[in-house]
């Protein structure tokens, strides 16, 4: 539970629903941008996802090190199965 | 999806682990506790002891959620889902940890609906498509997820859902690194501190560790070289006789935390007066529970729960293993009726519980080094 999926921003979803779309180790899921709004959230920037909630925005190659390292521990497969896990949401 | 096995840099590696040995007074012996169970769940899978000389002792810590949750709130979480009209929702960490009367995934083969979820929106999510039933969330989790399950109260609350409750285990950080340092049987010279619970509270809360205890400790990241990193950090502290809070995993953690964080967890939030910690007895002011404008989504007050305190089996020394006062496999249990297979404590269960990391990776040291390409 203390590590965090990477995942990248494909779009964001509007200004209200505070939410965008973020492919996550291979599936695309919506995930709740509330926390790092703050620090401007466009397409192309990479988070870090715990629980379905991006915490914290982060380097593209911070990015890539994090899913090594998810892989090397053994939890690609918990990560995959958590991204894919999260529910899909019908198109607003 | 696949990604390379191997790290890029073992050369680092081996100059840091070089560097440790140079910083390391062979005269003494250094205890440094590693808090989070992300990083000794990192250490065991690295070998990272095997790289540290015999007077550097790592001692693992209470950073694992599912670890230091006491079996009587399992039960109580349990006790709710007895009721047909409710369904269970917890992540899937919790689904093997075993209750008086079994895990959460035995109280389902029995006939409860227990479901996993990935967060606790999708907690949220079941209970908008299940309006005749009532969708309770049994929530862990240090810093790091307490702001996911507060942003989805605040969300339930402003959508006025009815059907939908949260059984609230939230724990603080803080307050149990407090308690391992009033422990009598505990000498901890230093802390690697948490990485992502880190992102969320920042650097400051830890200021009190080095200004009135002494300690030195440094917030790090999960990579065998942010381990090593930090260990060299703390050596070169305590040889300059120092003791400061550092952030070696700045790429990742702010020094102020993560203010829509810590606002949202506080608009949602109270703390107990004191919680239960397996193994720690009570520790004041060491749990969240949700304030008097979040009574209707709190389980607590809205089911009936016996609240009975349960100790763990007497053979299992979890409570030890916790503290860091044994090594898992002194445990009297450890792999022969306790297994990751067989769990009896919550420190097998989980891919963060020392007694499951140790299992799982202490028996294959040479593989471990054939992966990260280190001579040692």
Known sequence: ?92 | MKFTDEFREPEVIARTAEEIRRLADPSRHYRLMEVCGGHTHAIYRFGLKDLLPENIELVHGPGCPVCVLPMGRIDDGLSIAADTGVIFAAFGDMMRVPGTHGSPLEHKARGADVRIVYSPADALKLARANPDRHVMFFAIGFETTAPSTALTLMRAKAEGIRNFSVFCNHVTIIPAIRAILDSPDMRIDAFIGPGHVSTVIGCRPYEWIARNEGKPIVVSGFEPVDVLQSIVMILQQMKQGEAKVENQYKRVVPWEGNKAALRAMAEVFELRPYFEWRGMGFISQSALRLRESYATFDAERRFNVPGIRVTDPKAAQCGEVLKGVLKPAQCKLFGKECTPEQPVGALMVSSEGSCAAYFNYEHRKSMVFTNIGVAV
Do not use: N
């Open chain 1, 1 to 92: 539970m203390c590590l965090a999926i990477p995942g990248q921003i494909v779009s964001v979803v509007d200004g209200l629903s505070h939410s965008a779309m973020v492919e996550v180790v291979g599936v695309r899921r919506r995930v709740d941008i509330s926390l790092v709004e703050p620090e401007g959230i466009a397409p192309g920037d990479w988070v870090l996802i715990h629980v379905g909630f991006a915490m914290s925005k982060i380097r593209e190659e911070e990015a890539f090190d994090q899913l090594r390292m998810l892989t090397v521990l053994g939890e690609a497969e918990a990560a995959s199965l958590e991204a894919s896990g999260y529910f899909e949401e019908e198109s607003p």
